[in-house]
């Protein structure tokens, strides 16, 4: 059974057939999912799913994408979000300079703004780290006891040792099984299996072979299934080891 700790079915993508895409999960080998949101209408639409199906948690968050829809009571109503019993972390959350480089003073004052609300509310983080990584590091590392994944990681093998060192956890998506994956294979391999998660980032980042194709987390076969041929295992251990790996974290018994 899979775990995709990062999908994002309130995207309307999945207007046409989400209820149906949803609810047939479990059937399909996904017990659990994470839907992360973005800004406060996508976290409030993560937690209405997780209230309507028993094997979907929210996520609540303001990505730095969306840095121009936040408002000054925004994050006051995501912390209210925040206190939900299905809310399993705050995310995604981050810096995005590759999106945009000319706000950086305003997305990281909103990023600390949002893992200082996870450390008062004891609950992980998803980091979204898209060309800003120095500043990452540099931010997470100011709060040694907040804890959490880096999404879709694309960092150095250098710097995921710095994380790994701390107990965050990395994030693993359909690019491992791209052609120019060298980088993110090189990670895979130092990575311990305890701190690896897998994710499908729907309705984007689908894998191989259906790459180009609106994703979903039944794809998690194909990312489990180069998780486990780079770490010499079985994609049934590879898919076990991550779904535990997922539950500890965001503590879902
Ligand atoms: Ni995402």
């Known amino acids: 059974m899979y775990f995709d700790t990062h999908a994002h079915y309130d995207d309307e993508a999945f207007d046409a057939d989400r209820r149906e895409l949803l609810s047939t999960m479990p059937k399909k080998g996904v017990e659990l999912i994470i839907n992360p949101g973005c800004d406060y209408d996508s976290s409030a639409a993560a937690i209405a799913m997780a209230e309507k199906y028993p094997h979907v948690y929210a996520a609540v968050g ?25 809310c399993v972390a705050i995310g995604e959350i981050g810096l995005d300079y590759y999106w945009d480089d000319s706000h950086k003073d305003e997305q990281k004052a909103l990023f600390k703004a949002q893992l200082e ?11 979204h780290d898209r060309e800003a990584h120095a500043d990452c590091m540099e931010i997470v590392f100011v709060y040694p006891e907040l804890k ?75 990312i489990i299934e180069k998780l486990a041929e780079i770490k010499g295992l079985s994609p049934e251990l590879a898919a076990a080891q991550t779904l535990e790996n997922g539950k500890k974290l965001f503590n879902i018994t």
Request: charged content about 30%.
């Open 117 to 127: 609300l996870a450390l008062q509310l004891d609950k992980p983080v998803i980091i």
């Open 148 to 222: 959490g994944v880096f999404h879709c990681y694309s960092g150095s093998a250098e710097m995921a040792k710095e994380l790994l060192k701390r107990g965050w956890y990395l994030g693993f998506d359909g690019p491992i099984t791209y052609k120019n994956a060298r980088k993110a294979i090189e990670v895979l391999e130092i990575c311990p299996l305890d701190r690896i998660l897998v994710e499908t980032d729907s309705p984007y980042l689908s894998p191989v072979p259906r790459r180009g194709k609106r994703n979903d987390s039944t794809n998690l076969q194909y």
């Open 62 to 86: 303001f990505h730095p994408e969306e840095l121009t829809k936040l408002e000054s009571d925004s994050l006051e109503k995501i912390a209210i979000l925040a206190r939900h019993p299905k």
